[in-house]
C-alpha cells in the first residue's frame, strides 16, 4: 500500500508568516491529492482537492501544489484563525490514506 | 443543505457489536459513494470503508477488514457500518463522509459519533 508521510509533524510560526507543510507518497499518485483543515474540537474541512484546486470558500492564502509524490499546502500569511492541524490524503485508488497531520501553531 | 448525521454509537465491550447510522440529506443520495474515517483520542483521521453509490464497489481498511461491514439503503438516504469484534483500538469518533463529486475525497462530513470500547 501507498504511504502518505507529512512533514513536519508540527511548526510555529508568526500571524503573517509563509508557511509550508510537504505531503510525499511512497508511489507516484498523479494529483490525486486532497488537503483537509481540523480546528480543534471541530470536523475537518476540505481545502484543496487534485493537489491544487482551492475548494469554494477557502481563503486564496491557501495554495497547494505537486503531482506523482510530491505535494505541498502552503499558507501565504498565516492568521490566528489558521491554527489548526491539516492533513493530506491520497483518493486515486482505495487505501484512502491520510497523512500523520501537521499541526499548526502561532509563536 | 448537504447534511449528514451519524448515530448509534457508544461504550461497548472488547468483542461486542455496534451498528452506526448516518442519515443524509440535502443531496440524491443515490448518485455518489460515500465513507466511514475515524479518530482515535488525540490522533489523527484513519479511513475505514468506502462504498460506491450502488454498493457494487465495497473497500476496506485492512485495520478492519473481515470485522466491520459497510452498507447503504438509498431509499432510505442512510449509509451503515456493522462492527463486530470490537477492540480497544477500535475506539474513536466515527465520521460520515461523502464525496459529491464523483471522486474519493471528503467535501463533506457529519459530526461523528463516539464509539468506546472498555471492559
Known amino acids: 500500500d501507498i504511504q502518505m508521510t507529512q512533514s513536519p509533524s508540527s511548526l510555529s510560526a508568526s500571524v503573517g508568516d509563509r508557511v509550508t507543510i510537504t505531503c510525499r507518497a511512497s508511489q507516484g499518485i498523479s494529483n490525486y491529492l486532497a488537503w483537509y483543515q481540523q480546528k480543534p474540537g471541530k470536523v475537518p474541512k476540505l481545502l484543496i482537492y487534485?493537489?491544487?484546486t482551492l475548494q469554494s470558500g477557502v481563503p486564496s492564502r491557501f495554495s497547494g501544489s505537486g503531482s506523482g509524490t510530491d505535494f505541498t499546502l502552503t499558507i501565504s500569511s498565516l492568521q490566528p484563525e489558521d491554527v489548526a492541524t491539516y492533513y493530506c490524503q491520497k483518493y486515486n485508488s482505495a487505501p484512502l490514506t491520510f497523512g500523520q497531520g501537521t499541526k499548526v501553531e502561532i509563536k | 443543505e448537504v447534511q449528514l448525521v451519524e448515530s448509534g454509537g457508544g461504550l461497548v465491550k472488547p468483542g461486542g457489536s455496534l451498528r452506526l447510522s448516518c442519515a443524509a440529506s440535502?443531496?440524491?443520495?443515490?448518485?455518489?459513494?460515500m465513507n466511514w474515517v475515524r479518530q482515535a483520542p488525540g490522533k489523527g483521521l484513519e479511513w475505514v470503508s468506502s462504498i460506491s453509490s450502488s454498493s457494487s464497489y465495497i473497500y476496506y481498511a485492512d485495520s478492519v477488514k473481515g470485522r466491520f461491514t459497510i452498507s447503504r439503503d438509498n431509499a432510505k438516504n442512510s449509509l451503515y457500518l456493522q462492527m463486530n469484534s470490537l477492540r480497544a483500538e477500535d475506539t474513536a469518533v466515527y465520521y460520515c463522509a461523502g464525496g459529491l463529486t464523483g471522486e474519493f475525497y471528503f467535501d463533506y462530513w457529519g459530526q461523528g459519533t463516539l464509539v468506546t470500547v472498555s471492559s
Open positions: 487534485a493537489a491544487s
Open positions: 440535502g443531496f440524491t443520495f443515490s448518485s455518489y459513494s
